[in-house]
């Protein structure tokens, strides 16, 4: 955790990258941050720089900057969804309390972020880390509250719940 209000930065990868130059070869690094208050709200970003340490800084500073609202039920996700970036496809699907979070690697780091404490995924096609990690960030910006969708349709919650236990949402 950082100084920033309870807010947890993950480092999903470092990448070297190398430049053929005439005086030899000139090496630069670029990391890919993901950051989250565990409340809801998780940002991304890839920050470039001479040395490890300061390509971190600079992704954190950037995901801390662009950070969104995901919609959350309770401690997993609404209901089931898919994401795609590139050609990384990712399924997340709810999970009872107490499953936890049945993720690899890039979906795992961007869950824990969120605050997401039950879910149940899976990755296909790519993978590159960068990739399945913007898939699930597009996964998770598909997710839309009760109430949205309610004002979206004109209707009001209670029309939509209509022939639902409403104590099971």
Same mark, same amino acid.
């Given at each position: 955790?950082?100084?920033?209000?309870?807010?947890?930065?993950?480092?999903?990868?470092?990448?070297?990258? +190398?430049?053929?130059?005439?005086?030899?070869?000139?090496?630069?690094?670029? $990391?890919?941050?993901?950051? =989250?208050?565990?409340?809801?709200?998780?940002?991304?970003?890839?920050?470039?720089?001479?040395?490890?340490?300061?390509?971190?800084?600079?992704? +954190?500073?950037?995901?801390?900057?662009?950070?969104?609202?995901?919609?959350?039920? =309770?401690?997993?996700?609404?209901?089931?969804?898919?994401?795609?970036?590139?050609?990384?496809?990712?399924?997340?699907?709810?999970?009872?309390?107490? +499953?936890?979070?049945?993720?690899? =690697?890039?979906?795992?780091?961007?869950?824990?972020?969120?605050?997401?404490?039950?879910?149940?995924?899976?990755?296909?096609?790519?993978?590159?880390?960068?990739?399945?990690?913007?898939?699930?960030?597009?996964?998770?910006?598909?997710?839309?509250?009760?109430?949205?969708? $309610?004002?979206?349709?004109?209707?009001?919650?209670?029309?939509?719940?209509? =022939? +639902?236990?409403?104590?099971?949402?």
């Amino acid at each position: 955790m950082n100084m920033d209000s309870n807010i947890l930065d993950v480092v999903v990868n470092v990448k070297r990258v +190398t430049k053929v130059t005439k005086g030899g070869k000139r090496f630069s690094f670029s $990391a890919f941050v993901v950051s =989250g208050d565990k409340q809801g709200k998780v940002g991304y970003a890839i920050g470039k720089s001479r040395d490890v340490s300061s390509a971190i800084a600079k992704a +954190t500073a950037k995901a801390r900057k662009h950070m969104v609202d995901i919609s959350l039920r =309770g401690r997993t996700i609404p209901y089931p969804v898919e994401g795609n970036y590139g050609s990384a496809h990712v399924i997340l699907r709810s999970a009872y309390k107490g +499953t936890g979070v049945i993720a690899g =690697g890039a979906v795992r780091a961007v869950m824990d972020v969120v605050g997401i404490h039950d879910v149940l995924s899976k990755s296909l096609g790519s993978a590159n880390q960068r990739n399945v990690a913007k898939a699930t960030l597009n996964a998770l910006a598909k997710l839309r509250r009760l109430s949205d969708i $309610a004002r979206l349709r004109g209707k009001t919650v209670e029309e939509i719940m209509k =022939g +639902t236990d409403v104590n099971a949402q």
